[in-house]
Structure formats: structure tokens, C-alpha cells
């Protein structure tokens, strides 16, 4: 909260005297005795602890009975109150009269709502960089005033080859997944800054909204931060917890922390840092404090006295001669998503995952670590030619643990790779085992073995078989379809509407003039 006094005891007040003015340009005032109607501000967040911007929404409505004042979207403004400016710079997006009153109605937001219409790749940022180099970097392309970020290691990481972007992200999904890998909320103050900032779990609130201060309140559970879970597309959870129960906040595919050996490490920190944060799921119409800033801890006493802790991350500011403010927050649930870690060798194989490395081009193909494991080796390349794919060794003493593994197999040393281009698809499988294995089987009816690529589930009475001499399509033990050097013999072949038989001669179902049913021989030569 921006600390004044003189503006903290007139809005305590009984009676308030508020006077909120809009300057267009630096040169053009609105304000309530003149023609300034009603000024509302939002800031719209989201039901998470962490990991978003706010941008905030102006829309600001002026008399203009005479029609001498023009707004355009080239226009900027900010909003004062009692002589003390409270908000960012907003800039115009829209403007729009009404003819009957002759009522201008202007739109406008801060900084960030720009940052949706650039991509990554028009910084021009080369690696190595920091995520403070990032927003920074960001800051100037956008043209605030300046950054503020909490003091912490981890805006100074360098990515040596750059985070996991492509360039194509927008300035916008940049800066949120800082603020998921740095656990924060960003948005632009008074000062046209943009700050990130960690919600204060311990401290004291900065404000309290009792009975005297507000209209209507509605408080309902609290919401605790119990676990954050890393998670990618590919199948990658590592999760951390506090002794307490409550929810989990996914971080999902973060550009930031996807290449990181330290992940495990980074997940631990996070869940030391802000795990137990606790947050009130709220709707409160109330007098409205213009001091108040994004992500400030508030209090709320209840109607039966019971005080609860919230932060100000959503909620719309409302002058219109007097003023007042609508604050809440509610908790988005994640139903179908786990953050279950693998807890043995065989739940760590189910759990393969792949990290996709969007700047190289790249995917490695990981088998999540586990401690009875001497060597657990994967890695799955990408680059724009081809794609290969290696498992180099996976070792288990069986002495110690045969908890998902086949105590058929002591040890197991495993080759297989695969080549994509633009024309063809080609499998290679390639052993070196140990105690004589010779294929590899899925669990989805594929079968590599010194025969093919034989293609075949217990419940189906069809097998197919690929070799380099062509393919063989069995029905249970009778062979239906051979396609090979020699050509193709096929057993019941049914064609639905025409058979072509070399390049003259084509059968076909035909109706003469009554309708009867016929087979016709047509030439189709030249």
C-alpha cells in the first residue's frame, strides 16, 4: 500500500471528500466539477497463488456537451486522486460518443495489454541472458519507467543457450512464465514500473476492510498452497508438499525451468518458499481505499468477527463523485491432472517423459531417476532433418529389488533408433543384450523382433507382419494378403465400386434401362 497518511485519514473518514482527476496528454484535465462523469478501474488476476500478470482496465466517461474535445487511441492519460497520482499511464484503445448526450466513453489499459500484440523474437535478445536481462529488455521495448523484482538468485541464473523459446511466444506468455518460475505476480505501479512481486505469506496485513468499511461481504473457504507440481506435455510431473493439506498449483511446459537439471531442487525451494500461503475466496463491496496495490495483504473481519487474510488481486475502483471498489478472489480447481511421483523402478519407467529443447530443435527422452538404478539412460534427438532415438543402459540389481521389473531380466543394455525426413519413416532396431533378448514388445500389440514388425493384440484374430521384403496380413492361421517384389495376392478381394485390370479393361456394377442389376466389361483404353 503507498503509505499517506493525510490521504489514509480522509479515506477512514465518515464523511470523505475525494476528488479524482483525469490528465489526457499532460495537458487536457477532466475532472468531477467540470465534466468528468465516472472513472472505473479493474484488475482482473487469476484464481492462482502465482504465475500471472494484472492488467489494468480504465474506462473513463466525460460530458462534452459543446463537442470541442477529441480522444483518439493515440491518446494517453493517468488518474489522480486528491492530487496524488494512482495509477499507471493508460493508453487509448477505444473511444465512442452518444449522440443523444453527447457522453465520450474512453477505454483504456497499461503497458502489459501491448505486450500481447509482439513476439520474443522482436527483442532481439541473444543468449547467454537472465531473466532480469529478459523483462528488462522487455521494459524498454514497451517503454516503461523502469523494473522492480524481489532480491533473489534466481533472476541472476544464466541461460547460457537461451530459455526453452521459440521466439514465436508473445511478450506476454514471456513475462508469465517468469512470474511462474519465480513464483510471483507482475503488473505496472504509479510509476509507470513494472514490478513483480511475491505474495507475503508471513507478514502482516497492510489493510483491514471491517464492519465500518464495508457494504456487503461474502467469505467463504480459505485456499492453501500444499503442493506445486512441475509438469510438461510429455508426461514430466515433480512435485513438492508441505506437511499440510491443500491445493496444488501446476507449473505446465515452463520455458524457464524445462531445460534445468535442477528442476527437483527448484520444486523444493518453491514449496519451501510460499507453501502454506493462504488465501481467501471473497466478494466484498465496500467504501474502496485508492492507496491500496496489486497483491497487498488485506484483512477482512466477517459479520460474526472472525478475521480472514485475502490480497488484492481482483477487484474494480469506482468514482463517480464519491468512490467505492468490488475485491475478490476465487480458486480455479484442477480436477483431472496428479502430481504423483514415481515411486519405484516400474513406475519410473511408466513415467517416461521427453524434454523438448524449442531452440535446438531438440527432445531428449528422460526415465525419471531412481535410487536402485546404478545407470537409467535415455535421449530422443530432434533436428530439422530427422529425428533419432537411444536408450543406452537401464541396470537393476535384482538383489536388492524386484518391485516392476521382469525378474527375468538382470540386466538389460538396449539400442533402438528411429529416422524421420520429408520422404520416408524408418525404424532401426539394433541389440547388445546381455542374456540373449532379442526383441523388444509393447504393450499395444507392436512386436520388433529378426522377423519384422509384426502388429498383433490377444483379443484380434488379424496379424500383420512388415519386413524389407514387403508385407503378409494373416486372418488367425490363413494368410489374406501378401504385397511383395512379385506383386499382390490378396484372398475374398472385393472391390466397392470398380476393378481396373491393367489399362484397357475396367468391371463395374451397372443398371440398364429397366433398372435391373448387370456387370459390365468397359474399355478404358486410349
Known sequence: MIINETHLNVL???????????????????????????????????????????????????IDVNRNITVTTSNSFNISFNNDVM??????????????????SITAY?????????????????????MSDVITAIVNFIGLNGLDVPTNDIWSYSYDTG?????????????????????????????????????????????????????????????????????????????????????????????????????????????????????????CDWRGNYLLEIGDKISLVTKDNETVTSYLLNDTLTYDGTLSQTTEWTYEENEDETEDNPASIGDALKQTFAKVDKVNKQIDLMVSDVESNKESISALQLNTDSISASVSKVEED????????????????????????????????????????????????????????????????????????????????????VANNVGVEAKNLHATTYLIIGTNSRFEDYANSDGESRTGCFWIGS
Request: hydrophobic share 35%; glycine share 6%; aromatic share 8%.
Open 12 to 62: 477512514n473518514s465518515p464523511v470523505r471528500t475525494i476528488q479524482a482527476t483525469v490528465t489526457l496528454n499532460d495537458n487536457m484535465i477532466f475532472n468531477h466539477n467540470t465534466n468528468l462523469k465516472r472513472v472505473t478501474i479493474e484488475r482482473v488476476g487469476m484464481g492462482k497463488f502465482f504465475g500471472y500478470g494484472i492488467c489494468q482496465k480504465a474506462n473513463i466517461n466525460v
Open 87 to 104: 495509477t499507471p499511464i493508460f493508453d487509448v484503445t477505444e473511444v465512442n460518443r452518444d449522440e443523444t448526450t453527447n457522453e465520450l
Open 110 to 130: 497499461d503497458s502489459i495489454y501491448k505486450t500481447s500484440n509482439y513476439n520474443f523474437s522482436e527483442l532481439e535478445l541473444d543468449a547467454p541472458y537472465t
Open 163 to 283: 530459455a526453452n523459446l521459440e521466439g514465436t511466444e508473445t511478450l506476454r506468455e514471456v513475462l508469465d512464465d517468469i512470474a511462474e518460475a519465480t513464483l510471483t505476480i507482475y503488473y505496472v505501479n504509479a510509476s509507470n514500473k513494472l514490478v513483480f512481486k511475491k505474495l507475503d505469506k508471513d507478514g502482516d496485513s497492510v489493510f483491514t476492510i471491517d464492519k465500518s468499511k464495508y457494504f456487503n461481504l461474502d467469505s467463504k473457504t480459505n485456499r492453501r498452497l500444499a503442493t506445486i507440481c512441475n509438469t510438461t506435455e510429455l508426461g514430466d510431473n515433480v512435485s513438492a508438499s508441505t506437511t499440510e493439506t491443500g491445493s496444488t498449483q501446476y507449473i505446465r511446459d515452463n520455458a524457464f525451468w524445462e531445460l534445468r537439471e535442477d528442476v527437483g531442487t527448484l520444486v523444493n525451494n518453491a514449496i519451501t518458499d510460499i507453501g502454506g500461503l493462504t488465501i481467501n475466496q471473497f466478494n
Open 398 to 481: 535384482l538383489a536388492s529389488t524386484t518391485e516392476g521389473v521382469n525378474e527375468e531380466i538382470a540386466t538389460l543394455t538396449q539400442r533402438v533408433e528411429s529416422v524421420m525426413t520429408a520422404d520416408e519413416v524408418k525404424l532401426e532396431i539394433k541389440s547388445e543384450l546381455d542374456n540373449g533378448v532379442t526383441k523388444v514388445e509393447t504393450n499395444t500389440g507392436f512386436t520388433f523382433n529378426d522377423t519384422g514388425l509384426t502388429i498383433n493384440k490377444n483379443d484380434s484374430e488379424m496379424s500383420t507382419t512388415i519386413t524389407e521384403d514387403g508385407m503378409t496380413v494373416h486372418k488367425n492361421d490363413e494368410i489374406v494378403l
